[in-house]
């Protein structure tokens, strides 16, 4: 029965909800920065760009070719060899563009945190101080 016990109180702890509640949202979050690159900041660059920047369907057949496929999907269904370099390429590019994207908003993060500690709030006043001051303004309205 002890470790039953000893497992609840691991579970419920704070540590482990937090951890739990961080993977979930963590999850949700990265949906929303996968979609603001692929679906925003990807077009945007392949506009400037002038052209397509999904670079996919780059290959090179690694032996013989004796239909002269030139499409991956092609390529890969008849069985042949091919070096898939236009897929990695596509997916760095992504990778950079969410690490730049993650960068900018943690920045902004931090820049709120900071914002936040720099205006401290005004300390209380001692009580001794504030039993001083009272009595102080007792006297003044007695005289």
Do not use: C
Request: glycine fraction near 6%; aromatic fraction near 10%; proline fraction near 3%.
């Amino acid at each position: 029965m002890s470790i039953l016990k000893e497992f609840k109180e691991f579970a419920i702890k704070g540590n482990m909800m937090d951890l739990a509640i961080g993977v979930i949202i963590g999850g949700a979050f990265g949906k929303i920065i996968d979609s603001l690159v692929k679906d925003i900041i990807m077009p945007l660059i392949s506009w400037i760009l002038g052209g397509e920047v999904d670079y996919t369907n780059w290959f090179i057949v690694l032996g013989d070719n004796p239909n002269n496929i030139t499409n991956l999907a092609a390529a890969q269904a008849a069985g042949l060899n091919v070096f898939a370099y236009g897929s990695f390429l596509t997916i760095l590019i992504n990778f950079l563009l969410l690490a730049w994207v993650v960068f900018l908003l943690v920045k902004v993060m931090n820049r709120l945190r900071k914002q936040e500690e720099a205006a401290p709030e005004p300390e209380a006043t001692p009580e001794d101080i504030q039993l001083l001051r009272e009595i102080r303004d007792e006297l003044k309205n007695k005289s």
